[in-house]
């Protein structure tokens, strides 16, 4: 018989499927925010979208909102540190990048050793339950050395 769905139970299922790790970056007039998705999803080759989706409550939320546009650092396997860094709540802004290897981006920075970079405009937004789907244009891709993927299963980070 099929019953009422609860989050936790759709959790615990989605744990057992990977998800690529990816660190989202950008700047509003308050502050360089970046944080840790495991959403991020090729949407459109024409025009060339991602979406990710960012929690409601999370604190990244409505900077990344303001901001308008974003960049994306696709992790290496090696990068499993950065992905726990930011994927840290509460973090004041200032302490976030103390310690952070990165360059500047047009739309936030670009961490140093991924494997790829995405630099977005916001195309649009959807309202996705307790999350928003941010839907970027991706305005210029640039492609680190070549390596293994970080994915995110069972509630620990894995190569791919």
């Known amino acids: 018989m099929i019953g009422a769905m609860t989050g936790e139970e759709l959790r615990e299922t989605m744990r057992r499927f990977p998800a690529p790790v990816a660190v989202v970056t ?3 007039e308050h502050e360089v925010f970046g944080l840790t998705v495991g959403s991020l999803v090729s949407l ?3 025009p060339p979208l991602v979406g990710i989706s960012v929690g409601k409550d999370s604190a990244r939320h409505e900077p990344l909102r303001n901001a308008r546009a974003f960049a994306v650092s696709i992790l290496s396997e090696a990068q499993a540190h950065l992905a726990q860094h930011f994927a840290r709540s509460g973090v004041p802004p200032i302490v976030l990048w103390r310690d952070v290897a990165s360059r500047d981006g047009t739309y936030g920075p670009l961490l140093d050793g991924a494997l790829a970079w ?3 405009t916001t195309w649009a937004e959807y309202d996705a339950g307790d999350h928003t789907l941010f839907v970027g244009k991706v305005v210029s891709t640039e492609h680190g050395a070549p390596g ?3 994915v995110y299963r069972d509630s620990t980070y894995h190569p791919a």
């Open 26 to 28: 950008g700047a509003d």
């Open 44 to 46: 459109s080759l024409e």
């Open 118 to 120: 995405l630099e977005c």
């Open 148 to 150: 293994r993927g970080l």
